[in-house]
């Protein structure tokens, strides 16, 4: 008779919003994992407050990443697990739970959402503190080759992953949007063809990896020849303060709006006729932070308006399937008067709602089930859950 302990397969999953399904894709990830491990027990280690709110130094944001840290101690110091996942929020936590592994030979998969401690590097260095942005950087090459894998977000991520952790084996594949309202839903109305104002949205926090240089240019070759409302959605109050600094612009209305779910978003872009989804990343953020806002753009077929750096799955949507326009990071005047001219115009715009179709339709099939089966090959080869699967094999071989 098979002993049920011997068969299981316990996964810990780290992350710190593990009970918000608005947050986080570890519910529909564990449960396409359960559906190709048998015997899969999981263990979710989260905070203590489940829902993300914007700004990194919150009260509620400490308190979590303190009580996370301190359950990774306790799980992996006390409790037996064949593996563990972990996502890369609370900042650091990735690194704290290889640095506990290690002592009992645990193999942790790192799910890189965004590259801490090398953000906070680089803020150190910008205000002189080298020394310590060294230290943060030691300590980061030193833990990422231990690894046994990492999944990076776009092409730009998984370069500077696999330029950190030489010989770790790096996997590419984008967030999804998890919840009732995933999935192509297209606007009823035809952005870019309506009257007045041209309505641009900007949905998700501003942070400090978001550039709002290159955008007021933009606005400027805009508001000469049309005006322009941007709606801005979920920023925090420092982000919504930098965006009502550019109402100050003749021709250029701002309008805050609290966060909504995702299943919300669709409602608002039709109330408020939304011609263009915005996205912006700082060059100097290209391969550590990933921008997944143009989800929440191309899902209902809103063309983006893309500010960044090459190399990431919003620069994609734009350059293969033309839904949306890209201005590179350091653009000049020439470079926004050519993305304001396919703004304004309705045929160029007709396009590019065409292509953030076919976007969201190939993005709609990376999703939990996809990245489940990249991973399953990876989990199957590690020494715990390998005995696992094949004392549940033998099993069946006896009882048959």
Same mark, same amino acid.
């Given at each position: ?32 994992? *359960? ?10 280690? %989260? ?44 900042? @650091? ?39 310590? &942005? ?61 009257? @007045? ?12 990896? %978001? ?29 919504? &303060? ?33 011609? &263009? ?9 290209? @391969? ?31 350059? +293969?399937?033309?839904? *949306? ?31 953030? +179709? ?6 709609? @099939? ?25 004392? +549940? ?5 006896? &009882?048959?």
């Amino acid at each position: 008779m098979m002993t049920t302990g011997l068969s299981t397969i316990r996964i810990a999953f780290v992350f710190e919003y593990a009970r918000d399904n608005n947050d986080w894709m570890f519910g529909s990830l564990i449960e396409s994992l *359960g559906a190709r491990l048998p015997g899969l027990q999981s263990t979710c280690i %989260h905070g203590v407050f489940p829902t993300y709110r914007p700004g990194g130094l919150r009260a509620g944001r400490i308190v979590n990443l303190v009580w996370v840290y301190l359950q990774v101690v306790l799980h992996l110091t006390f409790f037996h697990h064949d593996a563990v996942l972990v996502r890369s929020a609370p900042p @650091g936590v990735q690194l704290w739970t290889m640095w506990w592994a290690r002592f009992r030979r645990v193999p942790v998969l790192c799910w890189m959402m965004d590259c801490h401690p090398e953000i906070e590097a680089r803020k150190l260095e910008r205000l002189g503190f080298t020394g310590t &942005a060294r230290f943060l950087r030691g300590m980061d090459a030193s833990l990422m080759p231990r690894f046994s894998v990492i999944v990076a977000l776009d092409k730009a991520m998984a370069d500077f992953v696999r330029s950190r952790a030489a010989g770790v084996e790096v996997l590419e594949h984008p967030t999804w949007n998890a919840g009732e309202a995933a999935g192509m839903q297209p606007v009823s109305y035809r952005p870019g063809s309506g009257a @007045g104002p041209l309505r641009l949205a900007y949905s998700g926090n501003l942070g400090t990896a %978001h550039d709002l240089s290159a955008f007021s240019g933009l606005l400027d070759q805009l508001a000469r020849r049309r005006p322009v409302e941007l709606h801005v959605i979920g920023s925090s109050a420092a982000g919504e &303060a930098r965006f009502l600094e550019l109402g100050s612009k003749p021709g250029v209305s701002i309008k805050t709006n609290p966060r909504v779910s995702f299943a919300e978003l669709r409602g608002l872009y039709e109330r408020w006729k939304i011609d &263009a989804g915005v996205v912006l990343l700082a060059g100097e953020s290209c @391969g550590v932070v990933s921008p997944s806002k143009f989800l929440g753009y191309i899902d209902f077929g809103v063309p983006l308006v893309y500010l960044g750096p090459p190399a990431t799955s919003t620069a994609e949507v734009c350059t +293969r399937f033309g839904g *949306g326009f890209w201005m590179p990071v350091r653009a000049g005047s020439r470079d926004s008067k050519a993305v304001a001219d396919s703004l304004l115009d309705v045929g160029r715009m007709r396009d590019a709602a065409k292509g953030a +179709r076919a976007a969201a339709a190939h993005f709609a @099939g990376l999703n939990a089930d996809s990245l489940a089966d990249m991973l399953l090959p990876r989990l199957e080869r590690l020494p715990g859950i390998a005995a696992a699967m094949q004392y +549940r094999q033998n099993g069946r071989q006896v &009882a048959s």
